[in-house]
């Protein structure tokens, strides 16, 4: 099934990118291998590469990357500074350690800093790092605005402020980076703690700026306000909900735990059932309109199914590879890449070659833009336009010959006899 070039009708749903960001962030809290943890990062930032588009938001998912990169630093700095409550053999160094009161027992700063220790930490931060880039990654691919208007009506006042909050990072680094090209162009330093200070100040004007016309913005649209639904609807939509939400967490113990086996899954569908119809009743009290909603078609099941299939076989891996899953810090061995988790993370690629392509990337623009990369648009386009004059010139001619009379701009015509 081959890519069709993304537009208003074809665009993907909103949606099935967090799915599928969402089923390789599960995948990554169920394993410490980093090796499998490096695999689920670069199948993201594969699906990221291909199929974001040029939008403000798109643009966060580096930042997102270096967000993961810092907190693997200051995971390993803990461990160092503060000690790793890992016990190990391979010494690397002893700090001197500072003597705490009796009623820190437990907490320690400086001491002995071992080797198994410090790989624990870095497995344990390699994870944490993962979970953020997987969500960079949907910050990155889904359009904010329009996965606010598949919400359901009851959840639409809850989802606005999901999205203002999601739509944050996006914007804050859209402003640094426009800040900071303006600086290079004044021929002021832009790197650095001092370049830094005299940003800051301005994204903050801009950040402020942008929630006073999203506030008013809001009010005009007006956000906040209901219909009048009967009283008894109201109850009865408030039990649902929480009756439902009481199941599903209910049910879910039940599954996890040992056992709840027998009722765990009645009573999370049950839940789910109750809750989503609380959900439906509480979407009488939207006086909202939708123009256009997006369509859940195949390709967003596939990419959608492709993250949830990745988590599904990532769990089920612990059954029958967990040592490999979880290498041991304790004695210290190298990592091994088990082969078939590593061919279950591989399935989250597929949105890279289903997924619409974004405005841009296809064969026409490719072409051209390789076209004017080496110059040769321009000599093709002098050459159609000498053809197209010449083609012209001769039609005219024609025409005037047809008529009985010379060409416009002939000096040598003579006017035809009357």
């Given at each position: 099934m081959s890519a069709p070039q993304a537009t208003r009708t074809?665009?993907?749903?909103?949606?099935?990118?967090?799915?599928?960001?969402?089923?390789?962030?599960?995948?990554a809290s169920r394993t410490t291998n980093p090796l499998l943890l490096g695999l689920l990062v670069g199948v993201a930032g594969y699906v990221v590469a291909a199929r974001r588009t040029n939008a403000p938001w798109a643009r966060s998912y580096g930042a997102f990357v270096k967000l993961g990169l810092v907190v693997i630093a200051i995971r390993l700095l803990f461990a160092f500074v503060l000690g790793s409550p890992i016990p190990g053999t391979h010494t690397l160094v002893t700090l001197p350690e500072v003597p705490l009161p009796s009623w820190a027992k437990g907490v320690r700063i400086g001491g002995r800093v071992t080797a198994e220790?410090?790989?624990?930490?870095l497995y344990d931060g390699l994870k944490l790092a993962t979970l953020l880039i997987c969500v960079g990654a949907a910050n990155a691919l889904a359009n904010p605005a329009r996965l606010l208007k598949s919400l359901p009506g009851a959840l639409y006042e809850a989802g606005v402020a999901v999205v203002v909050a999601m739509t944050f990072a996006p914007n804050l680094v859209a402003d640094v980076q426009r800040l900071r090209a303006a600086r290079r162009l004044r021929g002021r330093p832009d790197r650095g703690f001092t370049a830094l200070l005299q940003v800051g100040l301005p994204v903050l004007e801009g950040a402020l700026e942008r929630s006073v016309a999203l506030a008013a913005a809001m009010?005009?649209?007006?956000?906040?306000?209901?219909a009048e639904v009967?009283?008894?609807?109201?109850?009865?939509?408030s039990v649902l909900t929480l009756g439902g939400l009481l199941g599903i967490c209910a049910g879910t113990y039940g599954?996890?735990?040992?056992?709840?086996g027998g009722y765990g899954l009645p009573l999370l569908l049950a839940g789910l059932a109750a809750a989503l119809a609380g959900l439906w009743l509480g979407g009488r009290r939207s006086v909202r309109s939708r123009y256009r909603p997006d369509r859940w078609g195949a390709r967003a099941w596939l990419v959608a199914g492709?993250?949830?299939?990745?988590?599904?076989?990532?769990?089920?891996?612990?059954?029958?590879?967990?040592?490999?899953?979880?290498?041991?810090?304790?004695?210290?061995t190298a990592p091994v890449l088990p082969l078939w988790p590593a061919a279950s993370v591989l399935v989250g690629l597929l949105p890279a070659f289903v997924a619409p392509l974004p405005p841009g990337t296809g064969?026409?623009?490719?072409a051209d833009e390789a076209c004017r990369a080496d110059g040769a648009c321009r000599a093709d386009g002098a050459e159609q336009a000498g053809r197209t004059a010449r083609t012209s010139r001769a039609s005219?001619?024609?025409?005037?010959?047809?008529?009985g009379r010379a060409p416009d701009g002939d000096p040598h015509a003579k006017e035809p006899t009357q």
């Open positions: 074809t665009a993907l749903h909103a949606g099935a990118w967090w799915l599928w960001a969402l089923g390789l962030a599960t995948a220790g410090m790989v624990f930490a009010d005009a649209r007006g956000y906040g306000r209901t009967p009283p008894a609807v109201r109850r009865l939509t599954l996890l735990g040992d056992a709840g492709s993250g949830i299939a990745v988590a599904a076989l990532v769990i089920w891996a612990n059954d029958y590879a967990a040592t490999a899953l979880h290498p041991p810090a304790v004695p210290l064969r026409a623009d490719r005219r001619a024609a025409r005037a010959a047809s008529r």
